[in-house]
């Protein structure tokens, strides 16, 4: 069983930060991609940013400069720090890891319960 739990959600006023943190947990042989997807009300699920096992990372257009997405290997955990906050950032984050659970395994994607991250005007 594979397992990722965020945190760091909340509510937060314009121009502030928030640091939100996945932690993978269970049978995982190997990670591949992480990432942070995020889901308003009333729209489709969208990809906030990602990062490859080696460091490579890309974002939306719309968190670039702002947001910064990291990763512990060795903790099986990503992290995005969200800093100049606006009030359209207000969504459900969720994160998401590729994740491969044996040597002869391909990776599967696995996704946490969602964290609210609400941005007050």
């Known amino acids: 069983q594979v397992q990722l739990v965020e945190s760091g959600g909340g509510l937060v006023q314009a121009g502030g930060s928030l640091r939100l943190s996945c932690a993978a947990s269970?049978?995982?042989?190997?990670?591949?991609?992480m990432g942070w997807y995020r889901q308003a009300p009333g729209k489709q699920r969208e990809l906030v940013a990602a990062?490859?096992?080696?460091?490579?990372?890309k974002y939306a257009d719309s968190v670039k400069g702002r947001f910064t997405i990291s990763r512990d290997n060795a903790k099986n955990t990503v992290y995005l720090q969200m800093n100049s906050l606006k009030p359209e950032d207000t969504a459900v984050y969720y994160c998401n890891a590729n994740i491969v659970l044996g040597l002869l395994f391909n990776g599967n994607d696995f996704w946490g319960q969602g964290t609210q991250v609400t941005v007050s005007s």
């Open positions: 269970g049978s995982i042989f190997s990670i591949n991609g």
């Open positions: 990062i490859t096992r080696g460091g490579s990372t």
